[in-house]
């Protein structure tokens, strides 16, 4: 992980140098734009001066001609010689400055003209010719301070460069050094070690997400958990039967106990215990490939309940509580979905309601059409289920018997029953919770989108 530190740093500093380098183009060609500027705006005050002077001297003596001192003074002033024609275009002063020619390569400078005008008339013109060494000094300055400032921003970029790389770099490895160890931890994780955590950084969003592998790393641990302790439950409560099934079947075939219908009965109970096991692990299987499997159709939820109820009548006889199913509105409580398996849900969640409600209680379920949502409430009047539980009663093979505690003549559950019924809920769209429980009962909701 220091590689992609040093990746990051290098990413970064190259950024820093393209900036700096656009910079660097942008301001040599503003200055080289400025400066262009500030020679034509030069030339055009020089102009007006010159004419501002040859139209005072007019006005003062009433004629363009200058004498010869006059004139080279005036040239001298302008930096150039100077040409006054009269209205007619003749020439009637000319100075005769002994300029210097220009340097090869020096760019050809023109010759500046201004008209004169009095009162909206034109009276004769000026022209001036500037002299070609001030126009280079200008030149010749301007490319030294543009070289200069070049200079000066490839010093500053490179040390702005190198100090923004190592800042990037000690950054990048404080970031990606908490990447390195989550990476170790990950692949701890993945040989097997399950309490391979993550150290907390100090930053928030390396917090955040320490936090969130720490508690993945610790729902992983517990879900191994879990699953050992089921896999020993199940263990357990398959060998029992088939122990007992064996022993039951060896006595007969050794003729030690008779062939009555008593006893094939109770080998039948014991086969069938087995088998009820064994198809528990096969539903939950089923469950989490439910959507691969739906066969949907518009479904009216009431009508369900009024099944599911039906279905479920004996056993609540047997357990001696009360069932109280109603459905909702006519025709409003439809949905879209396989109506097995969300037959399946209300079954498993009525045989909870049975099994866990003391005799002489009461279990209800009723349907309501709520913004949208069809649900379907299951309330018993059982013990409830304590804060610790609750977060779990959805995970598989998970049984809260010290909330939900069994009682003589109460099959025992694998602890998949919730999960199955989550599992087949979410496959049709919808949403199995929790939504109240206190030591008065508890109740079960199944939201399903209604159909349009």
């Not at 007006?48 to 001297?57: N, R, S, T």
């Not at 720490?214 to 992983?220: F, I, K, R």
């Not at 398996?341 to 009461?362: K, S």
Request: charge should be neutral; glycine fraction near 10%; charged fraction near 25%.
């Amino acid at each position: 992980m220091d590689r992609l530190g040093i990746r990051l740093a290098l990413a970064i500093g190259g950024s820093v140098a393209l900036v700096i380098l656009i910079v660097g183009l942008v301001v040599n060609a503003t200055i080289a734009s400025r400066f262009d500027r500030f020679v034509k705006e030069e030339q055009d005050l020089r102009r007006q001066q010159l004419a501002e002077i040859v139209l005072e001297a007019y006005q003062e003596r009433g004629s363009l001609v200058f004498g010869t001192v006059e004139i080279r003074r005036l040239a001298v002033s302008a930096g150039g010689n100077v040409r006054i024609y009269d209205e007619d275009g003749k020439v009637v002063a000319r100075s005769k400055l002994a300029v210097p020619k220009a340097e090869p390569g020096t760019p050809k400078i023109e010759t500046l003209a201004v008209p004169l005008e009095v009162d909206g008339r034109t009276i004769g013109r000026v022209e001036f010719d500037p002299s070609p060494v001030p126009q280079a000094l200008r030149a010749t300055a301007n490319d030294a301070f543009r070289r200069a400032l070049s200079t000066t921003l490839i010093v500053a970029g490179v040390i702005a460069l190198v100090v923004t790389m190592l800042i990037a770099l000690a950054m990048g490895l404080r970031l990606t050094r908490p990447l390195g160890a989550m990476a170790a931890a990950a692949t701890r994780l993945g040989r097997g070690e399950l309490t391979a955590r993550v150290p907390v950084p100090g930053d928030r969003e390396g917090r955040d997400l320490a936090n969130a592998f720490n508690s993945m790393g610790t729902e992983l641990e517990r879900s191994e958990m879990l699953r050992r302790q089921a896999a020993s439950d199940l263990a357990h409560e398959i060998a029992t039967p088939v122990t007992v099934l064996s022993a039951q079947l060896d006595a007969l075939a050794d003729g030690v106990v008779p062939a009555s219908p008593e006893t094939l009965g109770a080998a039948r109970d014991t086969a069938a215990e087995v088998s009820r096991l064994v198809g528990d692990l096969h539903d939950l299987a089923s469950a989490e490939g439910a959507a691969l499997h739906r066969s949907p159709e518009l479904v009216d939820v009431g009508a369900l309940v009024a099944r599911a109820a039906a279905a479920n009548a004996t056993l609540f006889e047997q357990r001696r509580v009360t069932l109280d199913a109603a459905g909702g509105p006519a025709g409003a409580c439809r949905v879209v979905g396989d109506p097995r398996q969300l037959e399946r849900i209300l079954g498993n969640l009525l045989t909870n309601a049975a099994v866990y409600t003391p005799p002489g209680g009461a279990t209800r379920t009723w349907v309501t059409h709520e913004a949208g949502w069809v649900r379907v409430r299951v309330a018993d009047t059982g013990a409830g289920i304590p804060p610790e539980h609750q977060v779990h009663i959805f995970e598989r093979f998970y049984r809260a018997d010290p909330a939900r505690a069994r009682r003589p003549g109460v099959p025992g559950g694998t602890g998949i029953g919730l999960t199955v019924a989550r599992e087949l809920a979410r496959a049709n769209g919808g949403e199995l919770r929790l939504e109240a429980t206190s030591p008065a009962g508890t109740t079960f909701v199944l939201d399903l989108p209604a159909a349009r």
